[in-house]
């Protein structure tokens, strides 16, 4: 078994390579997530943004990244990732660029974008084997326009579109089995609020050929309504929780690389938000509650 | 006309007081134009919003350049130049400020010779998600305004907050109802503008560039995290301030957990705090194991540089 890079915390980077004084609101459980994806991808490094919250990294002329980056619609940016890739291949071929200044060409995308229309492009990218990362920030919810449902959106959740009793009343889409259905290098979930768990799977993605996909879970203190203080308690209640399971796929196999022992109760993260509020008061919706605990219950009885 | 902009920071509810403010007048029979600047300004943010109100068509279109009410919900904006709280300000302007500051101190402070009023129960009033820190001056502004009356107030509250659900709508309603009362002897203090020509504009600020080449003029950046000029500190209410004292330099719990990452580690291994873009989330306050960050309001008597 490979001794993975960073054993602890304090093995973790401290450069902080992403520049400060973005538009993302204080707290922003993504931004979290992407500022230490890039102390390890470093600066040679090619962003495809679709629009999402993070088209707002880089508004001329500020941007925080230090290499180049790109804004592509909401459904094309792995094919924007193609164009680039090829571009970096053809110079490379004619010998314009050496391999030392080769890019790494990184897709950034919201839920929006990775679980609905950007699926197709996705899929088509990693059946044409691209070489490239794609990084979906997962706030479950089109959080950049006021926190409407995406595909990504769970189960009994408020949203600006889901304001009945019961909340979204649709499933949140699994992606990662969608993606790895393709067979492709690499995916992997990650969490901001598990940096070490995070900075060996981006360790190990950077070190694979062909298509790598990461979905950060990214706590949304403006979406999910919360305190923005409270952001990593909540993305380690996620994983805590068995809400958001912390797993890869490489080599045809799904290993999960932390699992929660002892497994809190779902409430311990629903009760925090409120997006779901409205399962514990006035009356707490015990039944709905339990149907969300048993999901998460069955999931880890196919696990361990 | 009456031109009316509203000063807030983003999460204060800005948008809707404007809203409330406009219904208000668009029933009392003016035409109405209200809204919020949209931008990519996020919760903690500087924004504003703006009312337009006549009993004749409205022709104006855009920012509020030579407002006659001016509406400020959180003082610490007044001295931030990037918020243009003070932006056209003239003599006849009515400045509405959420202080618990005397009115005189502003306008000594400002040096200003317009009508100043201060609402203290609004400074400190908590902003929690069903009760907007903003409706306080909605309520108090219908009543400088003069031709707004309480029982229209009470229904464009009510129409307005009604998707918040009926608590939120009582005590919404509690506060303006509040503020219109407590402002009922300056009943009318605001007056309307007079007409306005395009003619009559001063030019904006711009600086006018040739037309440049597309290799030139496209926007493309070659610097490198440019977004560091932007100071984001502005966007904070609270300051977290490291007790050093405390602090056991285990900077990957604070410095890692940073959503912005802006707190850098100093060569002997101490987390120190970048205010000029440190937006406030407090999340290193949340996670210090040792409790060696706390939070002080950014505007006390407490500010004092406790992390040298």
Redesign the interface.
Known sequence: MNEPKFRYMKDLPSARLLGSGTAMCAGCGGLQALHGIYDILGEKTVFINAAGCMTLLSVYPFTPFRGSWLYTSMASAPAGAQGVRDGLDILLEKKRISTEEDLEVVVLTGDGAAYGMGLSSTSGAIERDLDFLYICYDNEGYGNTGQQFSGATPHGARTATSKGPRGFTGFKKDLFSIWAAHRPAYVATIAGAEPLDLANKIEKARNLKGPRLLIAIAPCPTGWDYRPEDSVDIGKLAVRTGIWPLKEYIDGKVVHTKIPHPRLPVEEYLKRQGRFAHLFTPAPDTALIAEIQARVDGYWKGVV | MYRIRFHGRGGQGIKTASRILGTTLFMEGFEVQDGPRYG??????PMFAYVRASMEPIQERGIIRLPDLVIVTDDSLIPIPAAGVLTGVAERTVLLINSDEEPGLWRERLALAGPILTLPAAAHAPHI?TQLTSVLSTGAAANLIGVISRRTLEEAIRKELA?LGAGAVEVNLENGLKAFDLTVVLKGSVREGGKTQAASYDPPDWIDLPFEEAAISA?A?HA?????????GV??TMRPVIDYSLCNR????C????????I??DEEGYPRI?YE?C?????C???CPRHAISAIPEHGEDTGERQE
């Open positions: 990519a300004e996020r919760r903690g943010a998600n998707p926007p950046i490198t995290a440019t977004s560091e000029r932007v100071k984001t966007w904070r285990c900077w990957w719990i410095s890692t957990f940073c959503a912005d990452g802006v850098r580690v970048d873009h937006k406030g989330c407090m999340i306050v949340a996670q």
